[in-house]
């Protein structure tokens, strides 16, 4: 296996074990480690075709639970900003290209260790505003889940329902980020051949993860899970 194969499956099976276990953060660490052997529009290709191939694995159970009044609302935003993070990466140097994902990352992962708290019952207005944010980040480079996750994590619905929640929203929202990158020609067959093989890896860690969730203390591995997402950003953004 060639170094660059070695980076990509080490990566996926890594995303999948964090998404199992969080519900997201799939996207957040493949798309830093995958710049390190691709360019950012590859990046985008891949992670997306991956995402779309693999999300609906806990859908079905997550449907149930989620809280819809919210996570649908943010998921039409995310939807509708998307092309704009899209074409930002299209756009833009591939140098700079990789430091944008790299910063968005750190930003991501910073908000979320933060640990803040909303009260009372999100209004829409604003909910819509950070489906938003997310789909900018879908559109860099398939990490729109981030946003979700703090405005999600910051209530007091229960870890169960919040899962459930950024299961659905990453389901749906990386079906919109999918259709934007091929009509920007980055979901091109190479990135569907890569997300062929690397497919069954993030599936195997998706499966993991879940497991680890039923088991493990979940304060003190969504802290570690949440500081492994800011040290990869913080890598990719300084290169």
Known sequence: ???????????????GLIKGFTGFGGALVMA?????????RETLGVVVA????????LFAQSWRTMQRA???????????????GVAAIVLVAPTLGRRMIGFAVLASGLALLSGWQRRGTPRLLDTLVVGAVGGILNGLAGIGGPPAALWLLAGRDGASRDRAGLIVYVALTQAAAAAVAALVGALDINALQRALWLAPLYVTGTYAGAHLFNL???????????ALIVGLGGVAALR
């Open 32 to 40: 830093p480690l995958f710049t390190l052997v691709l360019s950012p």
């Open 216 to 226: 493990a203390p979940e304060r003190i591995v969504r802290i570690a899970a949440i």
């Open 50 to 57: 991956v995402n779309v191939a693999t999300a609906w694995q």
């Open 70 to 84: 919210v996570v649908l609302p943010m998921a039409l935003a995310c939807a509708l900003a998307t092309p704009i």
């Open 1 to 15: 296996m060639s170094s660059v194969a070695s980076v990509l499956a080490a990566s996926a099976l890594a995303a």
